[in-house]
């Protein structure tokens, strides 16, 4: 680290070490490029620290702690089953610390300077990097900005103390007795079932009229009925609108309808959303880069922005804010900077939720297909008449395929159940590749595998299903 005014230059200076700033830097290093990662947390963003990575290793554990204390259908019993939830922190903590070093070994290896601070644009050209102990001033050639998000704050209900946003809420230690979520989107349906699963009674507040209105209800409501199994009231239509703070509890007010009712709880999540990092810090203004509507920065197909040399990625611009849109966008960054053709050329993002089931959809949903003019046909296969599952004790779910029946293309794909996280990625690489509802159901799938569901779908979707019975 040079101190002082002098600037040290660099080909490729990327904001935010997060999914998207530690590919870009990868990338763009591979290519020949000098490069510099500055972020003031952790590598590895919000995303290895403080959201999917500790997030699904608390869901695992819950599920681990179901299993092992419900599996009297399968002939086990165990009795004295006890849940050490420090130990639980402390392993969940192990695995984020593996795979932030992981990270800082490839960065490493590939020969990228990483930086521990902020940084705040000078000219389009130059940025001031800094921390309490050190400072430096870089001149660069292009810059990739991937400054990612951070939960949503309710005027209403600050952050702090009782009030968790998702970052706290993965940090307890201890499980909450009782927990109100605010929002039953993703986020907040994975953490409220994981806490419902490991003791806690959870009250879920939702605005729409049902949760994770995101999907078709057709999907959610299995994870509707398992979070009512697990004692979780849902309550659809709840604007929430105050909350009274005590020593050891706090108590939600909102409204349904225009009825005024209260909950109380040990703790209350947040989980209504994220906002782009774009404000205030990193000085855009500086650097002539234009933030539009919501604070989202507006960028081309190469994912340049208003200035050519200065690129955006991933949660501060358009579309969904996935970990692994950001990769992708990151790749496309770099090698566009090294004057490759690269261009945002994908056709579909999967999305998935780690419920209980899981839900996994890509592509366009039954009614989507219809509003756009698509002579639509279903396939759909239940999870119950797959011999795996059935010997997973995996009998909740199906899989639902979107065709076109004039072409024969699958245009959609939807999972809800065991493994849907991991059964997506063939129906993401099918509407990728344009791939027919006949190219899945010739194409062998070993058995006895839950992907068989997929090919059997197909079959349905086709006219000929093999192991259910015809219209």
């Known amino acids: 680290m040079v101190v002082g005014d002098a600037s040290v230059e660099i080909d490729v200076l990327v904001i935010g070490a997060g999914p998207g700033g530690y590919v870009a830097a990868i990338r763009a290093a591979q290519l020949g490029k000098s490069v510099l990662v500055v ?76 930086f521990n601070g902020e940084a705040l644009f000078i000219n389009d050209h130059e940025a001031r990097v800094f921390n309490d102990n050190e400072t430096a001033r870089y001149k660069f050639e292009h810059c990739i900005i ?63 009229d049902f949760v994770l209105p995101g999907f078709e209800k057709e999907l959610t409501k299995l994870v509707e009925r398992n979070l009512k199994k697990l004692g979780v009231d849902i309550v659809t239509e709840a604007l929430a609108q105050s909350c009274e703070k005590t020593a050891d509890d706090v108590t939600v007010t909102y409204t349904v309808k225009g009825e005024e009712k209260k909950v109380t709880a040990d703790y209350v999540l947040v989980t209504v959303g994220r906002r782009p990092n774009t404000d205030g810090e990193l000085s855009l203004e500086l650097a002539g880069v234009e933030v539009g509507e919501r604070g989202l920065i507006k960028v081309n197909e190469q994912c340049q922005t208003n200035v050519p040399h200065i690129y955006a990625i991933g949660d501060i611009v358009a579309g969904p804010a996935l970990a692994h849109k950001a990769s992708y966008e990151a790749k ?28 996994a959809g890509v592509g366009l949903s039954e009614a989507e297909a219809k509003a ?21 004790n ?13 072409t024969g293309l699958l245009v959609g794909g939807f999972v809800v159940g065991a493994e849907a996280s991991n059964l997506i990625a063939e129906l993401t690489l099918a509407i990728e590749m344009g791939a027919t509802l006949e190219d899945i159901a010739l194409t062998i799938h070993a058995h006895p595998t839950l992907g068989e569901i997929t090919m059997d779908a197909a079959e349905g979707a086709l006219g000929h299903p093999i192991h259910q019975l015809g219209k």
């Not at 005027?155 to 998702?166: C, E, N």
């Not at 756009?372 to 997973?392: C, D, E």
């Not at 995996?394 to 004039?406: C, H, P, R, S, Y």
């Open 39 to 114: 972020d003031k947390e952790e590598v590895g963003g919000v995303c290895l620290n403080r959201g999917c990575i500790p997030s699904k290793a608390l869901i695992s554990a819950a599920h681990h702690y179901e299993v092992v204390s419900h599996s009297e259908a399968l002939g086990i019993t165990a009795e004295n089953v006890k849940l050490d939830f420090s130990k639980v922190q402390a392993w969940k903590d192990g695995i984020v610390k593996k795979q932030t070093g992981g990270v800082n070994m490839l960065l490493k290896g590939n020969k990228i300077q990483y």
């Open 146 to 208: 991937a400054t990612g998000s951070r939960p949503i704050e309710l005027k209403a209900f600050p952050y702090g103390g009782r009030i968790l946003s998702s970052t706290e809420a993965l940090s307890l230690q201890e499980v909450p007795k009782s927990l109100i979520v605010i929002g039953g989107g993703y986020i907040g349906i994975e953490l409220g079932q994981t806490y419902a699963k490991l003791g806690s009674k959870v009250t879920v507040l939702e605005g729409s």
């Open 332 to 359: 496309v960054a770099a090698e566009a900077i090294a004057g490759l053709p690269s261009v945002v050329d994908y056709k579909v993002i999967p999305a998935v939720v780690f419920a209980d089931p899981e839900i």
């Open 372 to 392: 756009k003019g698509i002579n639509v046909t279903i396939g759909k296969f239940p999870y119950a008449a797959n011999g795996r599952a059935q010997s997973m």
């Open 394 to 406: 995996a009998n909740e779910g199906f899989v639902k395929l979107v065709g076109d029946k004039d």
